[in-house]
């Protein structure tokens, strides 16, 4: 459902303004907290804390778009929606899932 | 230069808005990744613009927005508030909470410099504002007392010309004002009344620029007819200054018609008795009579302290209203003081 990143570095410059400065911080800063952000999710989601899991899949939908993925956003959505409203119990792979985008976006982005 | 406070619990926004933020230029950021560490920086500090994120874990956009404008002064600050674009719903109850405007994530530098920076113009136009008014109240400050001082100036210098007809002098007109004074303060008066029994007491005899020289100058006793033209100056004196719109001036009428009355009604011109007598004329019929029994005068010695003590003793409830009396002799250190720093040789001015 989800389709391979591509990345866009002009989409994203353009949106930082043209800056280069920023867009190479955003990127070392994505890759220093990539792993930090999966192993968040994943430690939220066996506490079946639905709160944090909303809260830490609201934060990569942003990092997501940041870098102009908007399949992997949509991806990081649904499962914010879904804790929002409590529903943990079908979001394993969904989860998984995501955390692959994470890291095949983190490839690509150089990491 | 602005101060922008960024508040955002994800490191990468954080840095990302500092960034844009000094792009704007003439911006000093400050960071937080924690909102209530946000809001006590707030309750010493000003910022001058406000971006907070929406999603945070200890306190959301929202709450956080209300109780900043809870703060005191912080209900202009403009406040923009960081979404994502599905929160539809966040951004009405935003809006209603207190935010100016929004950001969407993810963030775009060119509507977040757009944004940015009418939310900065609109915070230097409300400080043009607030300068301007504090600016125009200090301006209004010291204009009216500048009018004030040379009110009193003016007030003074005519009373002066009124006594350069006198063997009279400056310096009396100082003693016995700053006599009057010390009576009011020992009758606890209050500070504004002291002030303005100071400032009225000089005008006492400004009528007797209506009396002619041959009476006013006149270096014998003056006969009875003679006497009666000379006690028209509480009259005229009430006549010059009565009406005015200045409440010196006002007082200074009072005093002019009142300060020859008696405590026993055997004074003039209306031979009022005790509390029929204004105030201010009581105090300064004191003053007035003790500078004048111990000042020096071509016709007369200087009478000796002790013996001008004593006639103001006797005349207690005759010429002296009691507690005026009772003023006097209480504050006599401060007398003594004035007595030593207006001298009659050196007359200042003003």
Redesign the interface.
């Known amino acids: 459902m989800v389709g391979t990143f591509v990345l866009d570095r002009d989409s994203i410059l353009e949106r930082l303004g043209g800056d280069a400065e920023i867009y190479e911080m955003m990127v070392a800063m994505f890759l220093d907290d990539v792993d930090n952000n999966c192993s968040a999710l994943s430690a939220a989601f066996a506490a079946g804390d639905a709160k944090v899991v909303q809260r830490e899949a609201h934060t990569i939908k942003g990092l997501l778009a940041t870098f102009s993925d908007e399949d992997g956003a949509n991806a990081a959505m649904m499962i914010e929606s879904a804790a929002k409203s409590g529903q943990l119990a079908n979001l394993a792979a969904a989860i998984g899932d995501l955390q692959s985008r994470l890291h095949e976006v983190a490839a690509a982005l150089g990491g | 230069m602005h101060t922008v406070l960024i508040i955002d619990d ?4 954080l ?2 808005i500092k ?2 933020v000094l ?1 704007l230029g003439e911006c000093t950021p400050v960071l937080f990744d924690n909102p209530l560490a946000a809001l006590e920086w707030c309750r010493t500090s000003e910022p001058d613009l406000v971006i907070v994120d929406y ?1 945070m ?1 200890e306190m959301d956009g929202l709450r956080f927005i209300s109780a900043f404008r809870a703060l005191h002064g912080r209900d202009e600050i403009p406040v923009l508030m960081i979404t ?1 674009n ?1 929160q539809k719903d966040v951004r009405y109850d935003a809006l209603l909470g207190g935010a100016n405007d929004f950001l969407t ?6 509507e977040f ?1 757009a944004r940015a920076r009418n939310m900065l113009s609109l915070r230097t136009g409300q400080k043009f504002l607030a300068d301007r008014a504090e600016h125009l109240a200090v301006l209004v400050n010291e204009r009216t007392r500048e009018i004030r001082d040379r009110e009193k100036e003016l007030i003074f210098r005519m009373s002066r010309a009124a006594e350069f007809r006198d063997p009279e002098t400056g310096a009396h007109i100082q003693r016995m004002a700053h006599y009057s004074q010390i009576i009011a303060r020992g009758l606890d008066l209050g500070p504004a009344m002291e002030q303005l029994v100071l400032e009225a007491a000089p005008m006492h005899d400004v009528g007797k620029i209506g009396i002619p020289d041959y009476i006013l100058l006149k270096p014998g006793k003056l006969t009875p007819e003679e006497f009666e033209v000379m006690k028209g100056h509480a009259r005229i004196g009430h006549e010059l200054l009565k009406d005015s719109g200045s409440e010196i001036l006002r007082a200074g009428a009072e005093v002019a018609i009142s300060h020859h009355e008696k405590y026993d009604g055997s004074g003039y011109p209306f031979g009022l008795k005790g509390n029929q007598i204004p105030q201010l004329g009581r105090i300064v019929a004191v003053a007035d009579v003790f500078d004048a029994l111990t000042s020096e005068r071509p016709y007369k010695r200087a009478w000796s302290l002790d013996d001008a003590c004593r006639f103001l003793e006797e005349g207690r409830g005759k010429h002296f209203d009691p507690l005026c009396i009772e003023a006097f002799l209480a504050g006599w250190e401060n007398i003594l003081e004035i007595r030593q720093r207006f001298r009659d040789e050196d007359v200042p001015l003003i």
Do not use: C
């Open positions: 994800s490191d990468i926004n840095t990302l960034a844009l792009k999603m874990p994502a599905d994530k993810p963030i775009d530098r060119i410099s």
